[in-house]
């Protein structure tokens, strides 16, 4: 089984493919789907010339690059989530805006696409799944169980 993100309509280019997915989480700006390894594997088979606008956007990953990176616990959507952090941008957010690193660490962050953007500079759909994969596994969740947990949904 694997996980993907997704959004924009990629119910619409499972169904016109024929390939089976079940939406595990859906709200206005993401769906997390399950895939069997076979649907999958013809869901990766398509060519992109194949995939037009209306089927929207769909992402993979196994993992992400920071995995090495330290690990502190943070407030997102109220609740605690492990989560890594970028000395670097510590370092500045304690350097240039003469806040302390308790302060760094105490914020709150209503949703997981806000700590993902300000704790660790992520913003592109590529990028939020990979980390989101890995804060999965960190946080021993799935992923749609850790979009369910920290992302509230939109207009649902």
Known sequence: MKEILSGDGFE????????????TYHSSRFDVWELEDAEFTRLCSLHESDWNGAFGWWRYAKG?????YPVHTFSVNGKEM?????????????????FSEEDYFAEP?????????????????TNICAVSVGLARLNNITLSGLFEKYEPKWGN
């Open 12 to 23: 619409n280019g499972a169904a016109h493919f024929h390939i089976e997915a079940k939406r």
């Open 64 to 68: 992400c690059n920071i995995e090495h």
């Open 82 to 98: 492990l989560g890594w952090y970028d000395e670097d941008r510590l370092a500045d957010y304690v350097s240039l805006l003469g």
């Open 109 to 125: 962050f209503q949703r997981l696409t806000a700590y993902l953007s300000a704790v660790i500079g992520v913003s592109t759909e």
